[in-house]
């Protein structure tokens, strides 16, 4: 048994009948992470999705989880209020299967970092109609290792141009760094 730590569980709760699916927390989520800062927005960038079906005004916001290599076996398909949704809408995975959590240009997984260094997670302070609110408490957990934004974007090039292409670039670039 690993040693127990103290640690600080950040949970932002979606109530989608508050959803009106105005897409302001894509617009910022991707500006924050935008290269610089604010530089740009494209909600195909953004950590959070709105699933829409305006007609019958169901807005779904999902987050970006974890990145996995291989996708499911079996799928989800969803019927709300008489529309089939496509499959796998609400997965938070990125993964082969589909373009969402990826960076549009480079393939890379998007995963929600709770905007990392920030007092409140941005998409929860633009959401004017309180459809995202944000809370945190303290938890005793086992100690672990965990997996990094960093690791995940690794494993994923890794995937896609094998180990020994990745490994080779580090390496040459390690060289010119020395
Ligand atoms: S900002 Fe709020 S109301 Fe607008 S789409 Fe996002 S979750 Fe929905
Ligand atoms: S918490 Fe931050 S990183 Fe996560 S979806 Fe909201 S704006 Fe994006």
């Known amino acids: ?4 730590k103290k640690k600080i ?7 989608a009948d508050e959803c009106n699916g105005c897409r302001a927390c894509e617009v910022v989520c991707s500006a924050f992470h935008a290269t610089p800062k604010y530089s740009s927005n494209n ?7 709105v699933i829409r079906h305006p007609i019958k005004d169901i807005y779904v916001p999902v987050y970006a989880g974890e990145y996995t290599p291989a996708e499911c076996a ?11 949704y496509e499959e796998c809408a609400f997965c938070r995975a990125s993964c082969p299967s589909r373009s969402e959590f990826k960076e549009p240009d480079s393939g890379l997984p998007l ?9 409140e997670p941005l998409c929860v ?8 609110t944000y809370e945190e408490r303290e938890e005793e957990v086992e100690e672990q290792v965990e997996t990094e934004e960093a690791e995940a974007g690794l494993e994923s090039l890794i995937d896609k141009y094998g180990f020994d292409k990745v ?12």
């Not at 048994?1 to 127990?4: F, I, P, Q, Y």
């Not at 569980?9 to 109530?15: D, F, G, S, W």
């Open 111 to 119: 995963k929600c970092d709770m905007c990392e260094g920030e007092d």
């Open 74 to 84: 079996g799928r989800n398909k969803y019927l709300l209020d008489g529309k089939e």
């Open 167 to 178: 490994t080779d670039i580090i390496a040459r670039m390690s060289q010119k760094g020395q």
């Open 9 to 15: 569980i950040k949970t932002i709760k979606v109530n």
């Open 1 to 4: 048994m690993g040693e127990k």
């Open 43 to 49: 909600p195909a960038r953004s950590r959070i999705r």
């Open 125 to 132: 302070k633009w959401c004017l109609v309180d459809a995202l």
